[in-house]
């Protein structure tokens, strides 16, 4: 007599990573299995966080002061039913934060701890969920399944553990090439990353009244701007005669911080919340939308000239269509900067100031406020329009190198953190002139400092480790690509995937149950570094295959 499906040894599975990437996959996988019915699934999850669910980036001790920088509305209820939205969890826990789109990232990782517990329940008739808490460091084939090297923390030796399905689902990695800790040799004190902030940026590190030079004016910048001031007793208020913010230093800040980047600009702040395209605008996105699927019809990705005209297209037809708004547009995108800005001392403050009264409605958009609502509102074709692009080396180059300013000026902080930091720089608590004198920080010293400035007490570095393989310390990324496993096209970050993102080796061929998603693939597949679980659709079909999968096991 044979045996019932329900004695056939079960299914294993490891997940490298236990941030938000690794819970939708799990819980998208948990919605197409039946607890009821289906054979048993053996899952570990192998992170080095103590608890998974947010990961580093959503950690619960974060002080308040470092906050989310996507409208939070994108966490919506998981695919499995186990739990509910952001917003019906916050009313009932957090109601004081129930209006607000950009709320502390602790208070969503709380949200994501809770999310997690709920899908580990919904998985109980599934079969075990474990964590294992530790670093990957290796894997190697072991038939048609893996054995993966575990290190736990403090441990001497990594331990094995053997599964069937290998999925690697990491975020941001700690440790990179470029990363200053490598190789400085500077007199300042080296603070290597902002993260997590309360070691990293505390008064030992980062002492009361110091000159702080930081290597970055992105996210991350900001990040250490914010909680040097509001953790050390500074406080923004409204000013009563015009409504802008005022920095009232607290004793505890640095003397000064002094941002750096490549480009000597910032980011331009997204509009305020609930802002409403006018009609015309909404009706030059769609059109960019039908434009961008028709370019990818089928399997072939797009030109990259040909979207990134589209984006131009859809940008000028913004302002109104004109023969000069678009020349303004052309010139935008290759240079950083509109037009009638020109470069020098001050520079990067003016455009700040007018992104910011752009931002809120107060002055007429320009080509910067066109570029970056034509890229935001156009990334989901674009990302499917380019998925998988096989095109030259020099053409993708100049893809990043166009999307680094549609990026500047279209995913960044909300705007009342660029007011924030407008009215730091209003106290002087934040300096621009190195910023837009082109210094620069690295890799083994400050180089480019304006004649006659102060010099920097502490360095901090606030460039965060690259998305894709290339460039990462990653022991198992690094084995997994010696081995011949992954692959990475000539001018890319990332690995070649799958459409459900099993990798693929360098002809071309399935390495079966070996799945990458999210980071791992940048270039390949682009725009990773979202919580929203809709912009890309490895994660459906990864859970729907394993799911057949299992139950064909049974």
């Known amino acids: 007599m044979a045996e019932p499906a329900s004695a056939a040894a079960p299914r294993r599975l490891v997940v490298v990573g236990g941030g938000p990437k690794a819970l939708f996959a799990l819980e998208a996988l948990a919605s197409r299995l039946d607890p009821e019915q289906g054979p048993p699934l053996h899952v570990t999850v192998v992170d080095p966080q103590e608890r998974p669910g947010p990961g580093a980036g959503y950690a619960t001790d974060q002080p308040d002061a470092v906050r989310l920088n996507v409208d939070v509305a994108i966490l919506d209820a998981p695919a499995s039913g186990a739990a509910g939205s952001f917003a019906a969890w916050v009313r009932e826990h957090r109601p004081e934060l129930a209006e607000d789109p950009y709320p502390p990232r602790a208070v969503v990782g709380d949200y994501l701890l809770e999310r997690w517990k709920h899908c580990r329940e919904r998985w109980r008739g599934i079969g075990p ?12 084939r072991d038939g048609e399944g893996w054995r993966v090297q575990v290190l736990a923390p403090g441990a001497a030796h990594p331990e094995e553990l053997a599964c069937d399905e290998l999925l690697l689902a990491t975020g941001h990695a700690g440790t990179h090439r470029g990363a200053l800790a490598a190789a400085w040799e500077g007199p300042e004190r080296l603070v290597p990353a902002v993260h997590p902030v309360g070691t ?18 992105a996210l991350t910048f900001l990040d250490a701007a914010l909680v040097l001031t509001e953790e050390r007793g500074g406080r923004f208020v409204a000013d009563p005669g015009s409504g802008a913010l005022v920095h009232r230093r607290g004793a505890d800040e640095p003397a000064t911080i002094l941002p750096t980047a490549r480009h000597g600009l910032l980011l331009h702040p997204k509009p305020a919340p609930g802002t409403v395209l006018p009609h015309d605008a909404r009706a030059a996105i769609d059109q960019g939308r039908r434009r961008l699927a028709q370019a990818r019809p ?11 005209g589209i984006v131009e297209d859809t940008a000028a037809a913004l302002l109104g269509g004109a023969a000069s708004a678009r020349e303004d547009v052309v010139r ?7 037009p009638d800005l020109a470069e020098g001392p001050g520079s990067a403050e003016r455009a700040l100031r007018r992104a910011v009264d752009v931002a809120a409605g107060i002055v007429v ?32 180059r100049e893809l990043r190198d166009a999307a680094q300013v549609l990026e500047r000026f279209a995913f960044g902080p909300p705007l009342i953190t660029a007011r924030k930091l407008l009215a730091m720089l209003d106290s002087g608590a934040v300096d621009l002139s190195w910023l837009e004198a082109g210094t620069r920080i690295g890799p083994r010293r400050i180089t480019g400092v304006p004649a006659g400035a102060a010099a920097a007490d502490v360095v901090v570095d606030a460039v965060l480790a690259p998305p894709g393989v290339r460039r990462l310390h990653d022991p198992l990324l690094e084995q997994l690509r010696a081995d011949g496993h992954l692959h990475i096209r000539p001018g890319r970050r990332g690995a070649v995937v799958d459409e459900d993102g099993t990798a693929l080796d360098a002809v071309g061929r399935r390495v079966e149950g070996l799945v990458l998603i ?17 912009l890309h659709d490895e994660i459906d079909h990864w859970a729907l295959r394993l799911a057949g999968r299992v139950r064909e096991h049974a």
């Open 129 to 140: 969920l474990v964590h294992r808490q530790g670093t990957a460091v290796g894997a190697r």
């Open 200 to 217: 990293m940026l505390d008064p030992a590190s980062v002492p009361p009244g110091a000159r702080v030079a930081v290597r970055g004016a």
């Open 298 to 308: 089928g399997a072939v990705a797009a030109s990259i000239p040909q979207v990134i």
């Open 332 to 338: 935008t995108l290759a240079t950083g900067r509109e």
């Open 365 to 396: 958009p320009g080509p910067a406020w066109a570029l970056g609502r034509a890229w935001s509102g156009l990334y989901p074709q674009i990302t499917r329009a380019l998925r998988g692009s096989g095109a030259p080396e020099p053409v993708w």
């Open 518 to 534: 999210g980071r791992p693939t940048e270039d390949h597949v682009i725009g990773h570094d979202t919580l929203n679980r809709h």
